[in-house]
């Protein structure tokens, strides 16, 4: 069975940063395309970014230039490195896998497996 673990979040001023892990274990990471998304209460799950098999990636467009994502499958991990934070980036981060897919996705569907959530909160 795959299982996903964050960790990373936390509280940090605007204009900070922070860098969120996912774990993953369980079946063949180096195969699975990974994605990160966030949700805000009253909201639905929103797209952040995505990395292919290869390392190819892919951003939504409120945090091109500002965020980061990578993987190191030698330790089944993936990333998101969070540069100049805004409080509009405030909400709790969900890493997925794909096993179906090679490269990332902007759509939740298209993941089969998910974390448990790790807080940013980003004061003002």
């Known amino acids: 069975q795959v299982q996903l673990a964050e960790s990373g979040g936390g509280l940090v001023q605007a204009g900070g940063s922070l860098r969120l892990s996912c774990v993953v274990s369980?079946?063949?990471?180096?195969?699975?395309?990974m994605g990160w998304f966030r949700q805000v209460p009253g909201k639905e799950r929103a797209f952040v970014a995505a990395i292919s098999w290869s390392g190819n990636t892919v951003y939504a467009d409120s945090v091109k230039g500002r965020f980061t994502i990578s993987r190191d499958n030698a330790k089944n991990t993936v990333y998101l490195q969070m540069n100049s934070l805004k409080p509009e980036d405030t909400a709790v981060y969900y890493c997925?896998?794909?096993?179906?897919?090679?490269?990332?996705?902007?759509?939740?569907?298209?993941?089969?497996?998910w974390g448990q959530g790790t807080q940013v909160t980003v004061s003002s």
């Open positions: 369980g079946g063949t990471f180096s195969r699975y395309a």
């Open positions: 997925a896998a794909s096993v179906r897919r090679y490269s990332g996705s902007y759509y939740p569907r298209d993941y089969d497996y």
